[in-house]
């Protein structure tokens, strides 16, 4: 096992600088022969001969002692036992000079050295008394929408913005994977422990990963295993017939279960520790049980039930909606989808089929409420997903940090105070997101947006971690030894990110209002008369969308109270929801004290002059960092301004074209 060293990449939160503090010590590693032990034996060895370091031999002096509990330890670490660790934990203390971390398996132990890492020098400073460190979720991964051939308009990763991808090159896996160790190495680093290496959206080239193409998914497994992170594949539902040569994949088929039970069989004998699969079904144009009058649960099931003998399990996403809907009828609503399809059938899935569940119930926007799906199959294995890709906030040209979007849905709680989170549910099945990774030098074309990456796994790990906590671990790994005029800048730049951009793009949570195709940039009217459900239905007289059930949709009714009768009530509706389940008059006065039109103006004068300022303040920080990623940062962030003030215009412009009320400031609208 060798540690990756990339020449064409940036390190990310790995620079060398950042293992200086336990490669310049004595570190002794007592653990098996494992493939995860040799990982951190090959980490710790790096680390010193990098930084000066020694790897002690059994016997002799060390500073810091990384053991499995089940051989035998120095009194440091004996002392240490007797705490509960668990699967993928450790206990790290520091006492009499020696620091120490215990872990039962391999793969604690990778995350306790990473640990020790994050501390950097505070981990060999005062005493610290034994602390246990366990993941809140075991699965914690990440989707790539990956494709193996470019797509014209897409370009090779869906929603990607950081140039091809990082698994696969002209029609096949790369010949050259040491991009993809090092992405694992990344990964373990921030407590990710899985990934989905192509698109939900299964085309014909990449289903035959499943069959005839396995062996390129071996070869990106076997690079991504020594960090502890297991491979999943996207599956096309229809497969038994594209590939089998079967004339059905209905799930009640004779024939079809069993395609399924022999083609899982042949993935596990090449790849035995294969996590499963992910499927996107009846969604988008994607195939699914509907074709065969079946529901999502017998879909699911038949999947789960050939993994489950090999230990694996199924992502079956609840993205399902109708997008062929006629923008002229008012009753459909794509908002309510999810639950309608899947809640009916909470408790018929099997025990390794896992329902994932997009965070809110239209698309990853700047602002939604929680989906209701997920308060409402407590018998079933729900997983969350979310968007680290920025397909709707900024496509990683805004600076736009999700730690405190993610962190405010992963609180929520549904049942009212002092009773499950959002996080709590997904402890059963797991925290998803799409990544945000392709081959550009930086990893996530603008260097900044690595944050967000770093911060989903963090929060996947311990989802009550605070994301400006996180943002400032994040800063001080990539930037190490950084003066503090560069930390208090990112910080400031980046913390209040999210709030900033939401301000200058669509308001109250109304969503979209981007251009259809690409969704980058403003169009009110975008998506307003398209099949896609994603509509705001401005007129002269007012904006929003009525999903209460006194008069609209009756989507609040997917909700268990409070939020129920909180979403229904104009008056208790949060402000930054209200337009997402109401339509209100202009003129209509929010908790705030302002009138809707008046607040659209507002955030949107405001919103892009604090988009001009983290521009003006990348300034400051100029020769302090890296010359090439500062200029990358500000060819970024002349493009954020840039967009905040189209945003602003063309937004601004519209309400007042469509309601006639001026501005109160007498501001320029055009
Ligand atoms: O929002 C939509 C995206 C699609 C994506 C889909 C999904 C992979 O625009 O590009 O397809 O969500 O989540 O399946």
Not at 449 to 474: C, I, K, M, T, V
Not at 598 to 612: K, M, N, P
Not at 645 to 657: A, G, H, M, P, S
Request: charged share 25%; hydrophobic share 40%.
């Amino acid at each position: 096992m060798t540690i990756p060293r990339l020449t064409d990449a940036h390190p990310a939160w790995l620079p060398p600088e950042a293992l200086r503090a336990v490669g310049s010590r004595r570190v002794l590693v007592l653990a098996d022969e494992s493939a995860l032990a040799q990982t951190v034996r090959a980490e710790v060895a790096d680390a010193c001969e990098r930084h000066g370091g020694t790897v002690a031999a059994p016997g002799g002096e060390f500073d810091l002692v990384l053991a499995l509990s089940a051989g035998s330890l120095p009194p440091v670490a004996e002392a240490m036992k007797g705490q509960e660790i668990g699967d993928e934990g450790f206990v790290l203390g520091r006492r009499d000079g020696v620091t120490a971390v215990l872990a039962d398996d391999p793969a604690g132990l990778l995350y306790g050295f990473f640990q020790v890492v994050r501390l950097g020098e505070e981990a060999f400073g005062a005493d610290r008394p034994a602390e246990a460190h366990r993941p809140a979720l075991r699965r914690r991964m990440l989707d790539h929408w990956d494709n193996l051939d470019v797509h014209p308009v897409m370009g090779q990763v869906e929603r990607g913005y950081s140039g091809g991808s990082i698994f696969w090159r002209n029609g096949s896996a790369r010949a050259d994977l040491t991009r993809v160790r090092a992405y694992g190495r990344l990964l373990a680093a921030s407590g990710v422990n899985a990934v989905a290496i192509n698109n939900v959206n299964v085309h014909a080239t990449e289903a035959r990963l499943l069959t005839d193409r396995l062996g390129e998914v071996a070869a990106i497994a076997a690079e991504l295993r020594p960090y502890g992170i297991r491979v999943h594949l996207s599956v096309n539902f229809a497969s038994p017939i594209a590939l089998g040569g079967l004339d059905s994949a209905d799930p009640l088929e004779e024939g079809v279960p069993e395609w399924w039970a022999a083609t899982t069989k042949r993935v596990y004998e090449t790849i035995p520790d294969f996590g499963g699969y992910v499927v996107k079904a009846d969604s988008e144009g994607q195939p699914g049980p509907f074709a065969y009058g079946r529901d999502h649960a017998d879909g699911a099931n038949m999947l789960a039930d050939a993994l489950a003998p090999h230990g694996g399990v199924v992502f079956w996403r609840a993205f399902v909606y109708d997008h062929r809907q006629d923008w002229r009828d008012r009753s459909t609503d794509r908002a309510r989808a999810a639950h309608d399809h899947f809640a009916p059938l909470d408790g018929r899935f099997r025990d390794n089929a896992i329902v994932q569940v997009k965070y809110g119930p239209m698309d990853f926007q700047t602002r939604e409420p929680v989906s209701p799906v997920i308060a409402a199959m407590p018998n079933t294995r729900l997983a969350v997903e979310l968007q680290v890709t920025q397909e709707y906030t900024g496509q990683q040209r805004h600076v736009c940090y999700l730690g405190p979007l993610w962190s405010e849905v992963l609180g929520f709680r549904f049942w009212g105070h002092g009773e499950r989170t959002v996080a709590d549910v997904a402890t059963k099945g797991g925290l998803i997101a799409v990544s945000n990774v392709g081959d550009d030098p930086y990893w996530t074309g603008h260097p900044l947006a690595q944050a967000n990456l770093y911060a989903f796994g963090r929060l996947a790990w311990s989802p009550g971690l605070d994301p400006a906590a996180l943002l400032d671990e994040w800063i001080g790994l990539t930037f190490p030894g950084g003066s503090e005029v560069v930390r208090e800048t990112l910080h400031t730049m980046m913390d209040g990110s999210w709030h900033t951009y939401e301000r200058y793009t669509a308001p109250l949570g109304v969503g979209f209002m981007v251009r259809p195709g690409h969704h980058y940039g403003p169009d009110v009217d975008g998506y307003e008369y398209t099949p896609w459900g994603t509509y705001h239905f401005a007129d002269r007289d007012g904006v929003g969308v009525d999903r209460t059930r006194a008069t609209g949709t009756g989507y609040t009714g997917q909700y268990p109270a409070p939020w129920s009768e909180v979403y229904e009530s104009l008056t208790e509706c949060p402000d930054e929801l209200l337009l997402f389940f109401h339509h209100v008059p202009y003129s209509h006065v929010l908790q705030s004290g302002t009138t809707v039109v008046q607040h659209i103006y507002d955030t949107h004068f405001a919103g892009a002059e604090e988009a001009a300022g983290i521009r003006a303040a990348w300034e400051k920080v100029e020769g302090e960092v890296d010359a090439a990623l500062h200029a990358r940062v500000r060819e970024r962030l002349d493009e954020q301004v840039r967009s905040a003030r189209e945003w602003r215009d063309q937004v601004n412009t519209y309400f007042l074209r469509k309601s006639g009320v001026p501005d109160e400031h007498g501001r320029r609208i055009y």
